[in-house]
């Protein structure tokens, strides 16, 4: 196949005939150049139908070319759905279509459209709740039919890689056509930081394709002025390949780029976004052929294709006359131009359409489009006009194939909508329009209901220079709008024109036609948000881009309503679809290392993220990680080991009030706690869910150190803050985090080991019991040390100066050589933590777990009248849990190890899920904490674990402790 279609040069301003390429379609090779879409590329080769519709797999084909429709959704190898009129060209590309059975020629699937009497709209709600039970055979059909692409999870994805990065800027522009840019020059020129955000690869918008005199000249000279105007200059930035997706409160706008997600705030924000031509109703105006009128100029300025050898252009502005002379000039024969307006226009445009003897059919519109092979169109039908949406008698048939339309207009509103804008609709353009923005926001352009080229430029300026006024710069006047908008004539009020036999489309990625929203408005659903629900109209892919207005007009004309106290259906984010890598890409958080950091990078750790704190995984070579693990729990229980504590959290709590601050704060009982003792904090919200833990030490009457989780201290501390602005006690709360590096050493000889740097201090059982704490120093260094048991043997943690942290570290290995002392690292930290069953808040613990479910009611004080979440887990404590967290083993210890998130099953129902699960290198067996049906809580009982592959293995409820379960070795 060759590019039939190709025009020579000057045509298409976006390709590169230089670097030509080949890819695949459906098998067969197509030729394109660098710079063309997937579409434009196969247009150039005659490929004109590109996809099936959603429901009767009708032949689909270009409509927009902007990426504004669903009919160009094609298959990559590892990417579904993609936009084909968006997607770049590349070389050795396979694409494939979707959404269709057997071949993509002649879909078997195709024979649904012969029952479409038997598929009205809602019959699916009207089927299956009759016969609810039939909804699982069906659907699984249903689905089959629907158009979805294919994903293959093995895909060795090239755009794997998503981040994101923060942007501000004075005044931000939406839209890079000739209103954005001429209000980006303008704020620029007012002294403001300017960001462009442009959807499409090249700036200028409609002045790249659109004719505005009859010799096709002034687009692009007014192009060259406002690029050369906003290029080179230090405080404006252009971003091409950038959808603005959204507004949010404080002129946050989220913009994708590539794979990049920018988050760009400004002060003030232009909306120059344009507008979207709409499409004619006529039966068959959903075919391959039948396009708007400004994708075939885009095809033939920005591509430099031949979107057709004849062609009919169904007119209702002098818009069409403007292509119909851009068709001409590609060698496209013009058969006839059908005006849906009755009197003709003097305008240039249409003066020298007449003077190239094209036949001018006015007060005609076309009834239906005619196609052959059922895949294109090959004629039209051209009636006159006898009444709104009606025909008179007589028909002219015309062999074409290519149907043009310019019947109008609707603003692209999508983000005015998202920031709050009113829109109104103007009786004299027959268009909606902006009325009342909120504060920063300015809308310019067709997007303001602003056409004529000189008063959308005029408009771009007044916008800037109002943006630039509200980021604070000392603009003296601002301009008024235009008088003279050119938006008169530029839409028709009534371009839909049911037909008996149906086939007339109103939304294209829904399948639905002119008939389906009117029986739908029978049915009662006459409001237009009750009618996208019914209907599905607007809830496709392009999302009521070209169906919303045509849906509340026949709204406003079924009910009788007025059209003017109607709206279109809610326009919510985003604009344009998002990828899930997009939203759940790599964020920019700040990296923090311990005192002791380097010395882990010495001694070969394998560092790990824990928060925004690199931690070591472990020490050693990863090929050898189980064994290293299991080593380095073995020289805790049996020896010796240290390891960095420091990224704990660490809050200093002082002040008269600072026991009853603790007192609400968490559920056990802080009051009368002895100074030189620590003790458990757990913490809740007001829902009575676990938030976080720790310990708080008294250290004196007034002064309480709480440690909490690495990752919640924030929160905690933030938390902290909140309650009391508004208790108001007398307490000082400081994040002490970064103030201090801690170490914990644990082990049968640890106290030996620490007896050789800490003189000044009484180790032994009776004078430094567990759950004690001391002020002192070791090796010479002030520090807070506590006997807590994370790891369940005897043990110190100690807290020292950061600048000491190291020092520390040093002073201790040095003393434990004697003793063989071990580093080890998170991972060994888990597996001795679950060998003492302690839950790990966020890992064993969700977003709605309470304390009954964790088994923790051991950790609230009943005696105290009050403390945050308290209320809640007394509700919740008289009802019956659904779940409970439980210790296991395995029945059969030879199966493998559940993996964290397994799912815990009763029967076919999941009612749970495996939290932490591991073999224990100190008991030879598997344990595990997963949350279980709570009528299966009892130690002994059995529950069915499934884990990877499907397989079923069998946990036994485990009393846990497992190891040392009367605690004897942390308090020895």
Request: net charge neutral; charged share 20%; aromatic share 8%.
């Amino acid at each position: 196949m060759s590019q039939l279609n190709r025009l020579p040069a000057p045509f298409g301003r976006l390709i590169d005939r230089a670097k030509p390429l080949t890819f695949e379609f459906e098998g067969r090779a197509i030729e394109g150049f660098a710079g063309d879409t997937i579409a434009s590329a196969l247009a150039a080769n005659e490929q004109w139908m590109l996809s099936r519709s959603f429901k009767y797999h009708r032949p689909r084909g270009i409509l927009t070319l902007a990426g504004q429709d669903a009919n160009t959704l094609v298959q990559l190898p590892d990417e579904p759905s993609c936009l084909a009129d968006r997607y770049p060209a590349r070389h050795g590309l396979k694409v494939m279509a979707q959404n269709y059975f057997g071949s993509f020629d002649n879909d078997m699937a195709r024979l649904v459209e012969l029952a479409h009497r038997f598929l009205p709209v809602g019959f699916y709600y009207k089927t299956f709740n009759e016969k609810k039970s039939s909804w699982k055979f069906w659907e699984p059909v249903v689905r089959a039919m629907a158009g979805l692409g294919k994903i293959d999870p093995k895909a060795d994805f090239h755009h794997s890689y998503y981040d994101k990065k923060y942007l501000f800027a004075d005044v931000a522009v939406i839209g890079g056509g000739p209103a954005g840019l001429a209000a980006a020059r303008a704020a620029a020129d007012a002294g403001a930081e300017v960001i462009l955000v442009e959807e499409n690869e090249a700036l200028g918008g409609s002045l790249g394709y659109a004719r505005f005199d009859a010799k096709g000249e002034r687009g692009n000279q007014v192009l060259d002025d406002l690029v050369k105007g906003v290029e080179g200059r230090g405080n404006l930035s252009v971003m091409t390949g950038a959808i603005c997706s959204g507004y949010f409160a404080d002129h946050w706008l989220p913009v994708i780029q590539g794979n990049r997600f920018y988050k760009l705030r400004a002060k003030s924000v232009v909306i120059a976004t344009g507008s979207l031509e709409q499409p004619a109703v006529f039966r068959n105006n959903d075919l391959p052929g039948v396009m708007m009128a400004s994708a075939a100029q885009r095809l033939i300025r920005l591509y430099g294709v031949r979107p057709g050898r004849k062609a009919v252009i169904l007119a209702a502005n002098d818009d069409a006359y403007g292509a119909a002379l851009d068709l001409l000039d590609a060698g496209t024969e013009v058969v006839a131009i059908a005006d849906l307006r009755a009197t003709a226009s003097n305008s240039p445009l249409v003066a020298a359409v007449k003077a190239r003897g094209i036949a001018i059919h006015q007060g005609h519109g076309i009834s239906e489009a005619l196609y052959a092979k059922k895949s294109h169109i090959s004629g039209a039908v051209l009636a006159p006009v006898a009444g709104e949406g009606t025909f008179g008698r007589g028909g002219t048939q015309v062999a074409c194939d290519l149907i043009l339309m310019s019947v109008g207009f609707s603003p692209a509103g999508q983000i005015l909508h998202h920031a709050g804008a009113k829109f109104g609709y103007c009786h004299a353009s027959n268009m909606f329009q902006p009325v009342e923005t909120p504060t920063g926001v300015h809308a310019a352009g067709s997007v303001n209901n602003t056409y004529d080229l000189d008063a959308v430029l005029a408009d771009g300026r007044r916008a800037g220079l109002a943006a630039a006024r509200d980021a604070g710069l000392g603009v003296a006047e601002i301009p008024a709008a235009p008088a003279e908008k050119g938006n008169v004539g530029r839409t028709h009020p009534w371009p839909i024109f049911p037909h008996e036999r149906g086939f007339d489309f109103v939304d294209f990625d829904e399948d639905l036609k002119y008939h389906d929203l009117v029986n739908g408005i029978a049915d009662g659903y006459d409001n237009v948000e009750l009618l996208k629900r019914y209907s599905t109209v607007g809830m496709g892919p392009s999302q009521g881009k070209h169906s919303a207005v045509a849906a509340v007009r026949i709204v406003a004309r079924e009910t009788g309503g007025d059209i003017a106290r109607m709206s279109v259906t809610t326009q919510r984010p985003p604009y344009a679809p998002e990828k899930f890598g997009h939203l759940a890409g790599r964020v920019f958080d700040p990296e923090r290392r311990t005192a002791m950091h380097h010395r882990h990078l010495e001694l070969g750790a394998q560092m790990m993220p824990a928060g925004i704190w690199w931690r070591p995984a472990y020490y050693g070579a990863k090929s050898e990680r189980s064994a290293l693990i299991n080593a380095e729990v073995r020289a805790v229980r049996e020896n010796v080991g240290l390891i960095d504590v420091s990224t704990l959290g660490g809050l200093d709590v002082r002040g008269p009030d600072a026991a009853e601050f603790l007192n609400r704060m968490y559920t056990f009982a802080y009051v009368k706690q002895p100074v030189g003792r620590s003790r458990y904090v757990l913490m809740t919200d007001n829902a009575g869910v676990i938030t976080d833990d720790g310990v708080a030490c008294r250290f004196h009457d007034e002064h309480f150190y709480v440690t909490a989780t690495t990752s919640g201290v924030d929160a905690v501390y933030r938390q902290m803050l909140f309650w009391n602005a508004q208790w108001r006690l007398d307490v000082d709360v400081a994040n002490v985090t970064a103030a201090y590096a801690g170490v914990n050493i644990a082990g049968p000889k640890s106290r030996a080991v620490l007896q050789k740097v800490c003189s000044d201090i009484d180790l032994s059982a009776e004078s430094f019991p567990y759950m004690g704490v001391r002020l002192g120093t070791v090796a010479g260094i002030p520090a807070r040390l506590m006997r807590v048991g994370f790891v369940g043997e005897l043990g110190y943690e100690i807290h020292v100066p950061a600048g000491y942290g190291e020092a520390l570290w040093d002073a201790l290995m040095e003393a434990g050589k004697a003793e063989g002392i071990r580093p080890f690292g998170v991972e060994a930290q888990r597996v001795l933590r679950l060998e003492k069953g302690h839950i790990i808040v966020s890992q064993d613990t969700d977003g709605l777990t309470n304390i009954w479910e964790a088994d923790m009611a051991w950790a609230v004080a009943k005696s105290k009248p009050f403390f945050i979440g308290g209320r809640s887990t007394e509700i919740m404590g008289a009802k019956k849990q659904l779940r409970k967290l439980v210790g296991f083993t395995l029945k059969n210890d030879a199966d493998p190890c559940p993996e964290e998130c397994h799912l815990v099953l009763k029967g076919e129902e999941i009612v749970g899920r495996v939290t932490s699960a591991v073999r224990s290198p100190s008991l030879g067996k598997v344990l595990g904490l997963a949350y279980v049906h709570a009528d299966d809580a009892a130690p002994g009982t059995s529950f069915e674990i499934k884990i990877d592959g499907g397989r079923r293995i069998t946990g036994i409820v485990t009393k846990y402790p497992f190891y040392d379960p009367d605690n004897k070795r942390q308090e020895m």
